[in-house]
């Protein structure tokens, strides 16, 4: 065996026999410090298995000695937080929500949790600085459909807007032209008239037919002024800010085949401080009255 032993001719290290393109694998041992760090982790990981939990079993774990848990400490932490701030949730809710401004204290604690509420759970839709989008109403402006109290923006979002909440506010604006109330031609007369509210351009005769068909089919909701009614989510149609678009044929569209989002009523899924809370931020950000 001993004279099948080659070293290398330079390093005067043993080969281990594998070649390749004229290259020799050298059988250079490891240096003691690395195979004594080796031994000592393997040490240490047996100690950390029987203190700390590690092994998963079919229904559990293995707690360890020292039955240390993170989802533990989290939770611990999370009732800490909540015990922190046990004052001001208390007074959030027993406070009347218009007298939560003068308040400094409840309405800075107010503010921080329904910006994080409103993140989390608003800003898919309304957009993260609640400017909104086709469909989904900016928070940051003066124009309410159901009105921008904070007693009102309360209820719009505790109960929800045509949502599965008993309590929900409903308003729903007819198709009609799919339930054949009106014709097409009526349908583009009453959008020349609803664009003349606010900008100039449309013709006169078409305007004046539209505004008849208006006062006979529309005036109900939106009011004969068109300046809107809270009581059933119907926009003004004077101030040239638009919910689904405010060009001629999205107009007809809207007409035509009615509208009906749907906002979630939020009571059941968060608690009465958070929403208290989402509340206050909302009526905070510019446009609430």
């Known amino acids: 065996m001993s004279d099948n032993i080659e070293k290398d001719e330079f390093s005067g290290t043993q080969t281990t026999g594998h070649e390749w393109d004229g290259i020799k694998e050298l059988d250079t041992p490891m240096p003691r410090w ?126 929800g807007i ?44 078409a305007v004046a037919r539209g505004k008849e068909v208006y006062m006979e089919n529309c005036a109900s909701c939106h009011g004969e002024n068109a300046k809107g009614l809270r009581e059933f989510g119907a926009p003004n149609l004077t101030d040239a800010i638009w919910f689904y678009g405010g060009d001629k044929a999205t107009i007809v569209r809207t007409i035509s085949k009615g509208r009906a989002n749907v906002m979630p009523a939020w009571e059941g899924r968060l608690d009465d401080v958070t929403i208290r809370q989402m509340t206050l931020f909302v009526h905070s950000l510019g446009g609430g009255e």
């Open 162 to 205: 045509r949502s599965d909440h008993e309590d929900t506010r409903v308003g729903d604006m007819p198709a009609f032209l799919d339930d054949e109330l009106l014709e097409k031609d009526q349908i583009n007369d009453v959008a020349d008239y609803v664009l003349s509210l606010s900008q100039s351009g449309q013709s006169a005769e």
């Open 34 to 159: 690395w195979l004594w760090t080796m031994y000592a982790t393997i040490i240490w990981s047996i100690g950390y298995w029987v203190v700390m939990p590690a092994w998963p079993l079919v229904t559990d774990y293995t707690k360890g000695m020292f039955g240390y848990s993170s989802r533990g400490v989290l939770e611990q932490e999370l009732a800490a937080a909540v015990d922190a701030h046990s004052v001001d949730r208390a007074a959030l809710v027993t406070m009347e929500l218009s007298n939560v401004k003068s308040d400094p204290q409840t309405y800075q604690f107010a503010l921080s949790g329904g910006k994080s509420a409103f993140a989390v759970n608003c800003s898919q839709c309304h957009g993260s600085g609640a400017q909104g989008a086709a469909g989904f109403p900016n928070l940051n402006d003066d124009d309410w459909l159901w009105g921008g109290s904070v007693d009102q923006i309360y209820e719009t979002i505790k109960y």
